[in-house]
Structures are given as structure tokens and as C-alpha cells.
Nanobody, 126 residues
Framework: QLQLVESGGGLVQPGGSLRLSCEAS????????IGWFRHPPGLEREGVAC??????????TYDMRDGDRFTVSRDNAKNTVYLQMNNLTPDDTAVYYC?????????????????WGPGTQVTVST
């Protein structure tokens, strides 16, 4: 049974940083692509970043690449994928989720991702 659990969210001031974790259980994370998504209040869920399961190649949506604010990485020994978020703004407020498409590649549609975690709340506010 594939399970993913996110952690690391919280309340942070604008300009601050957070590192989210996505820990896998029930399967070896190393061979699977892991995507990060977020669901801002009142808006549709959107993709944030993805890391492949083979060579650790990373992909970001256009806005996340701006200024290299977000960085996705993995530690296969800990069965965990991370999302480092810097220079946060109130627009980054959302519930953040991780999920896997069940394969090693990121080049798949969002609705092909599964094993969604319960999410972790990130709130950027003064």
C-alpha cells in the first residue's frame, strides 16, 4: 500500500522560508516520480514541482522557477522528498500535497497522480 505523508507546513511571515517533507511508506521512494501540488483558498489545485524517480531531474511550474524560490530534492535513504520554499509571499498560502504518478517520470497529467497525502497547510501572513 503506497502512502505519502506531508509535513513541515506552518505560519510564516512574508519573505520567510519553509521546508516541506513528503515521506513515503509501503514502497521504496527512489524509483518513483514525486510531484508537489498546492491548493490555494478559493482556487484550483495547481502543480508546483516534480522530481523524477530515475535521475532526480527536477521540473517547476513557471512561477515557481522565478528567482529559484522553490527547490525540490529527494533523500532516498530516508524515503523522503523535500520542497524548500524561500522568499514566501501571501500568494503562496495553500494546502500543499505530494503525490506520485506511479512511475518514474514527471511528464504526466495531474489527474494521473495518485496516492495523495493528506496535505500540510502553509500560511504566509504578518
Amino acid at each position: 500500500q503506497l502512502q505519502l505523508v506531508e509535513s513541515g507546513g506552518g505560519l510564516v511571515q512574508p519573505g520567510g522560508s519553509l521546508r516541506l517533507s513528503c515521506e513515503a511508506s509501503g514502497f521504496p521512494l527512489g524509483s518513483y516520480a514525486i510531484g508537489w501540488f498546492r491548493h490555494p483558498p478559493g482556487l484550483e489545485r495547481e502543480g508546483v514541482a516534480c522530481i523524477t524517480g530515475t535521475d532526480g531531474r527536477t521540473y517547476y511550474t513557471y512561477d515557481m522557477r522565478d528567482g529559484d524560490r522553490f527547490t525540490v530534492s529527494r533523500d532516498n535513504a530516508k524515503n523522503t522528498v523535500y520542497l524548500q520554499m524561500n522568499n514566501l509571499t501571501p500568494d503562496d498560502t495553500a494546502v500543499y500535497y505530494c503525490a506520485t504518478p506511479g512511475g518514474s517520470l514527471c511528464d504526466v497529467a495531474q489527474d494521473e497522480f495518485g496516492s495523495w497525502g493528506p496535505g500540510t497547510q502553509v500560511t504566509v501572513s504578518t
